[in-house]
């Protein structure tokens, strides 16, 4: 490194794509990727649905994080949940009757940070604020059993979502994105299965509803005791801003601790929620559909919490009415202040509609629409008194949704998914309406460049006390009326954008192109479906900003979401880097206002937030608009393709961290310095240590770093390394942690016989991210015999040579690789004096962060699973590992991204990890292990089609022999290799009875096949399910 390569910490980061790709001066305000020679792709919802996917791995929490998703720089983060105390907090949270939609409170994300600035501290100072449970002991004690069955004390709640760029695991948002992203699977699963998407988002789905499911607390009758519907406390979590992997005790990031509290809130009848509980039964109710051929043992059980969580819910709604009035609930749960919810009825019309799809039975259908018809009101009306009491009170009157499907009003869906089963104008009526409302407008505006030909009215269905009881099929609703109707019609924007609230706009949008896909599935009138393109066209880059509102979308996209893991923050600051270390792939940004006007900005949590709930709908409604326009024969299928060999990093741009000059800055552990107060006799040296892991970001303890300086001058002049002295003038960490750690200054210890020398600085037992400097002198001592300070010339040493001047009130200090750095003994920065580097040690790894491939498990059997791995620059071979009894074998090596286990035992569970043979060796790395468990024996003796369960591989005769399950039904079997881009029949004639195949002798050693077993039953092939569980073989 060159002298004048300085760090900065305020704003030392500046996006070199911006730089480089557009050639023009960057707004920081308007940071995103453009690239003005290359316009996106509008309708590529392939694409687009393939990255939105993507956002949920990305928010993951939890101890089974690492390696499970697509991000290799998430980890395993909040481990502690785990161990929830089971105590009564402090202060025990009251139940509010709640608030409108749209209340969401400031994420401030200010910590203290370098340069002083503190926000008030909630909690932080209080060890027992925001500790345990709401829950009183009376209600423990008396349930213990069911709640801690292994007495340990605490509560094991890991997994889930965070709810957004921040760290809570909030409850409605959270049951509302799962269920929503369910359904979108369940009415556009066509979508998914061709495109390949139906595996990563059946493991999103599983993620999130078996967290669900686990932090469901039954008694022995299967009723529900408690269910954790949040976990985190807001005005704690939002006092910090750090990835969550670093969120751990006894730990630093910049100057403070991020350990946040954890506080656990339950819906128990003493404390109830019935909002939060109906919202995970409609999820898990959903979630039983979408695997109840699939996997149906599974899905069983999903319905069994869904239905007990619906049950729980309504035994434990509270509400204030009259008959004929609104009425008021009061069993809300807890969200302080950031979601709170309005009521509770539409999540339990939510859950009902679900669980009347799952069973048939129409008593849920009467919870939401029953009716007391021997009371009739002064208007000849009868009340209501299921849950669409709360917007409709009696027959005599009827409703319009003006707002949308979302996080606290769910109504949208409850209309889309009730009209099909209740065939009345009511329900047809308000479904339809809400549709009209958002894609229309009045016929004197002008719509000219919206891209789409609006609805000018609203069609009438009859008077509101005719429409309650009417049965009209959807293919009776009479056509638009030519005059307008109404003048009722959302807000859009010049260019046609429609928004119904700033707050957040993309998230409403797509949620309204989700119905709108929904309606055109149900109905076969496809009215909608032009308004919800263009409204994507739109958020895919066709707006006045130029850009995508999804994050990686294209070539031009917003890149600077509100979201702390991606940012990756190493002072606690949203303004710091100025561009994010990561691509937070697919994310859905807040987008939009009605002037068209957009800020890509870090800290703006209006414009740029990203949540769960947002990319809930996005998921949805572009998986319903491949359907109609992106398949083949669609409108758009020649521009619908996903991204080839996806992978998060090689595919990024516009990311990498660079210095004011544009030089890149190094990631992993590094070191800067700088001089001061030189004299003839010694100099001030400023020595700092950086920590800017990314991939994943982590602490590390027992750093060292060396300052390699020579005396031979002194040598000439016969003093020799004893009058040499060291003065300590300033240990951050020590200031830092009120003296409770700090570094230490080694004596002078001999490199050479050339008169080098070097002194050791450790940190050791200091766990922190961000730097910490270290200041102090080397200075001759007084010659007693000549009362004089040796001349000693410091500017000849060899780590002087990068380093610039300082001054007490300034930063300056210069990336320098002369300055070496140590972990575990082992070089891992910089270059010694001989010219050693850590790749002489093969160590680099432990600075230059060399990445594993992400494992997933695609299938398991009783006794056989297949993994696959996605490919690592530069490795030349593959070994997959397992790990007995806390030790690791190699199982087997190779140079294909995939294998099948077999021999496995029924039910049982298998740690196995996958690792990279990179310049001549193995890493060392098992942090991206995952775990598998084999299915029970009872669910895996016939299969729909030949699941292969056995790969055997003869080296004598390169050969392989093919094992799978037998298929019930079956009249002969076939083999297929995908050979030249195509799949080529081998042979169609296996006998039924028979379950393995060899292949022929002397294929090529060393060279990989995809192959498929398919099944004849009933005169048709098992072609589509064969392929998809295809293996690939390398023969030996």
């Not at 993309?506 to 496809?526: F, Q, S, W």
């Not at 780590?799 to 690789?817: K, M, Q, R, W």
Request: charged residues 25%; hydrophobic residues 30%; aromatic residues 14%.
């Amino acid at each position: 490194m060159g002298k004048g390569n300085f760090l900065k910490r305020s704003l030392a980061c500046v996006s070199a794509a911006a730089m480089m790709l557009t050639g023009n001066a960057v707004s920081i305000a308007d940071a995103a990727v453009i690239d003005k020679d290359n316009p996106n792709n509008y309708h590529n919802y392939a694409e687009a649905l393939q990255l939105a996917l993507c956002f949920y791995d990305a928010n993951k929490c939890g101890d089974q994080v690492t390696g499970d998703g697509y991000y290799s720089w998430r980890n395993n983060c909040h481990v502690k949940d785990g161990y929830i105390p089971l105590q009564p907090m402090s202060p025990m949270p009251t139940i509010g009757k709640g608030k409108t939609d749209d209340q969401l409170q400031e994420d401030q994300g200010l910590g203290n940070t370098d340069d002083g600035k503190t926000k008030p501290n909630l909690g932080d100072t209080d060890p027992s604020l925001y500790v345990g449970v709401n829950m009183s002991q009376k209600f423990i004690d008396k349930n213990r059993k069911y709640l801690d069955p292994d007495g340990d004390g605490t509560l094991d709640l890991t997994g889930g979502w965070h709810d957004a760029g921040d760290h809570v695991k909030f409850g409605l948002p959270g049951s509302y994105s799962a269920s929503t992203v369910g359904w979108g699977y369940y009415e556009f699963r066509d979508s998914y299965k061709e495109l390949g998407l139906d595996k990563h988002v059946e493991d999103e789905l599983h993620w999130i509803n078996d967290y669900f499911m686990k932090v469901t607390f039954m008694d022995d009758k299967d009723n529900v005791i408690a269910y954790c519907y949040q976990v985190g406390e807001g005005n704690n979590d939002h006092n910090y801003w750090c990835p969550p992997e670093l969120q751990v005790e006894d730990t630093m990031v910049a100057s403070s601790s991020c350990a946040v509290k954890r506080p656990a809130y339950f819906a128990t009848e003493e404390m109830p929620a019935s909002d939060q509980c109906a919202g995970a039964a409609a999820s898990l109710a959903i979630n039983y559909l979408n695997f109840k051929d699939t996997e149906p043992a599974y899905a069983k059980k999903c319905l069994k919490y869904a239905k007990a969580l619906y049950d729980f819910a309504v035994k434990t709604h509270v509400e204030d009415w009259e008959p004929g009035k609104v009425p008021n609930c009061y069993s809300l749960g807890y969200d302080g202040g950031f979601y709170t919810s309005s009521y509770d009825y539409d999540e339990l019309a939510w859950a009902a509609v679900w669980l009347y799809y799952c069973t048939e039975d129409y008593d849920y259908i009467n919870d939401i629409i029953a009716v007391d018809e021997t009371t009739i009101n002064d208007k000849g009306a009868h009340p209501y008194t299921g849950y669409m009491k709360r917007i409709i009170t009696d027959t005599g009157n009827c409703w319009q949704n003006i707002w949308v499907h979302c996080w606290d009003t769910v109504w949208g869906g409850v209309f889309a998914k009730l009209a099909p089963v209740t065939n009345t104008a009511r329900d047809w009526y308000i479904f339809r309406y809400n549709l009209e409302f958002w894609s229309g407008c009045a016929e004197s505006v002008d719509s000219s460049e919206w891209g789409y030909e609006p609805v000018h009215g609203h069609k009438y269905f009859g008077m509101d006390d005719y429409l309650w009881n009417t049965k009209m099929t959807a293919d009776k609703i009479a056509d638009l009326p030519i005059s307008e109707t109404s003048g009722d019609f959302i807000a859009k924007s010049p260019k046609g954008w429609a928004v119904v609230s700033g707050y957040g706009s993309a998230r409403y949008n797509t949620a309204a192109g989700l119905c709108a896909c929904v309606y055109a599935k149900t109905t076969k009138d496809e009215t909608f479906l032009p308004w919800a393109r263009a409204q994507m066209e739109y958020i895919l880059g066709n707006n006045p900003m130029g850009y995508a509102y999804e994050v990686g979308y294209g070539n031009n996209f917003a890149s600077h979401p509100h979201h702390r893991a991606s940012h990756c923050s190493a002072t606690q600051s949203m303004d710091d880097p100025v561009t994010q270390v990561h691509t937070l792939w697919g994310a859905l940004v807040g987008g939009p206002d009605l002037k068209d006007n957009h800020v890509d900005i870090t800290k703006d949590y209006i414009y740029n937030e990203v949540t769960d709930d947002y990319n809930a709908g996005f998921c949805g409604d572009l998986a319903g608009l491949y359907h109609y326009y992106g398949r083949k024969g669609g409108k758009d299928a020649k521009e619908n393709k996903l991204i080839e060999n996806f992978d998060m990093s090689s595919n990024a741009k516009g990311y990498d961290q660079v210095d004011e000059k544009g030089n890149k800055l190094p990631v992993g552990y590094f070191v800067s310095g700088a001089k001061a107060q030189e004299k003839e006799d010694g100099v001030q040296l400023k020595v700092v240590l950086h920590n800017r892991t990314v991939n994943p970001p982590r602490f590390e303890c027992d750093v060292k770093a060396r300052y390699f300086f020579n005396i031979k001058e002194l040598q000439d002049k016969g003093y020799g390394i004893d009058y040499i002295t060291a003065r300590i003038d300033y240990d951050q960490v020590a200031g830092y942690s009120n003296n409770k750690s700090h570094a230490t200054l080694s004596d002078p210890v001999k490199y050479d016989n050339k008169g080098t020398y070097y002194v050791e600085i450790t940190w050791k037992d200091c766990k922190f991210y961000g730097s910490r400097v270290y200041q102090f002198a080397l200075t001759t001592k007084m010659d007693p015999d000549k009362f004089i300070f040796p001349e000693w010339d410091s500017s000849n040493d060899y780590s002087y040579g990068d380093l610039v001047s300082f001054d007490d009130d300034n930063a300056a200090e210069a990336i320098t690789n002369k300055i070496t750095l140590y972990a575990d003994g082992k070089l891992i920065w910089g270059t010694e004096p001989n010219g050693k580097t850590a790749a002489d040690e093969n160590t680099s790894g432990n600075n230059t962060e060399v990445a594993n491939p992400t494992v997933k498990c695609d299938s398991t059997t009783s006794n056989s699973a297949k993994i696959s791995w996605s490919k690592v620059s530069g490795a030349t071979k593959y070994g997959v590992y397992g790990n007995e009894n806390g030790t690791w074998k190699k199982v087997t090596e190779l140079t294909g991204t995939s294998y099948t286990f077999s021999g496995l035992k029924p039910s049982k569970s298998y740690k196995i990890a996958v690792l990279a043979f990179v310049n001549g060796k193995y890493s060392s790395d098992f942090s991206k292990a995952i775990t598998f468990t084999t299915k029970s024996e009872s669910s895996s003796t016939t299969s729909d089609y030949p699941e292969i369960i056995k790969v055997d591989y003869s080296e004598d005769y390169h050969q392989v022999r093919l094992t799978w399950k037998p298929v019930k039904g079956a009249t002969n079997y076939g083999i297929a290799v995908y050979l030249a881009g195509k799949w080529r029949v081998q042979t169609s004639s296996i006998s039924a009875s028979a379950t393995s195949y060899v292949t022929p002798k002397n294929l090529t050693p060393g060279k990989s096949y995809k192959v498929a077993v398919a099944a004849k039953v009933n005169g048709t092939w098992t072609v589509n399910d064969s392929l998809k569980h295809a293996v690939t073989v390398t023969v030996k």
